[in-house]
């Protein structure tokens, strides 16, 4: 597609359930984000991914959460034994990771934790 | 820790009219973004400023950076309702990729 996909858009579960996020980036962007976007908390930074590695992995906020890329395209941000405070919209940007060039940000997955 | 601040946070403008918001950032960045959301939506791209002096026009839409001054604007020319959004600045720290965001400048034109 055109733009960065991620699925799913919506997502509810119990609280102590692990999640999977996926987020499909623009095709031959090297360079993918995950940002979360609370009321309480603003926009977030979590991971950054340079091809499959992950330089910048400092915003991830406890061990429970985790990302990985696979062939420089998908990436998946899990979160394991989700609490109430993981409720958010995840988004996913991607970019060519040039300075002049700005991230492009897909329609986020919104996760309720109930 | 890189910080922004936009204000104001909140701006009912009237159709017609001239206003500003304004991005401040705590430390040096050699980038700074703006993008806009749509309630439910997520992040459009509307400017990249990168170096001191930089101005970026679009439509009704002016962005500028002063890095001596850690200070970016957004100029809204002649108010229209369709420009309703909340507007972010974001920067990036030297030698970093992250975006730093601010809490966002929510506008509402009032026809």
């Known amino acids: 597609g055109a733009g960065v996909s991620q699925s799913p858009s919506n997502k509810v579960t119990e609280k102590g359930k692990d999640v999977e996020l996926r987020c499909d980036p623009i095709?031959?962007?090297?360079?993918l984000y995950w940002y979360r976007q609370s009321l309480g908390q603003g926009l977030e930074f979590l991971i950054y991914?340079?091809?499959?590695?992950?330089?910048?992995k400092s915003g991830l906020p406890s061990d429970r959460f985790s990302a990985e890329r696979t062939g420089g395209s998908v990436s998946t941000l899990t979160i394991q034994r989700t609490q109430q405070e993981d409720s958010a919209v995840y988004l996913c940007?991607?970019?060519?990771?040039?300075?002049?060039?700005?991230?492009?940000f897909g329609d986020g997955t919104r996760l309720s934790i109930l | 820790e890189l910080k922004v601040e936009q204000n104001p946070l909140f701006l009912s403008m009237q159709e017609g009219k001239n206003y500003t918001i304004y991005c401040n950032y705590s430390?040096?960045?050699?980038?700074l973004y703006w993008y806009r959301q749509d309630p439910g939506k997520s992040l459009e791209s509307l400017f990249v400023?990168?170096?001191?002096?930089a101005v970026k026009q679009e439509g009704r839409l002016m962005a500028s950076l002063d890095t001596k001054a850690r200070l970016s604007t957004l100029h809204i020319t002649a108010a229209v309702h369709d420009l309703s959004a909340t507007y972010f600045c974001?920067?990036?720290?030297?030698?970093?990729?992250?975006?730093?965001f601010g809490k966002g400048n929510q506008v509402v034109v009032i026809p």
């Open positions: 940007a991607s970019s060519w990771g040039q300075l002049d060039q700005p991230q492009h």
């Open positions: 095709s031959g962007h090297t360079a």
């Open positions: 991914f340079q091809g499959n590695s992950a330089p910048d």
């Open positions: 430390t040096t960045s050699d980038r």
């Open positions: 400023l990168l170096s001191n002096g």
């Open positions: 974001a920067v990036v720290g030297i030698g970093n990729n992250r975006l730093a």
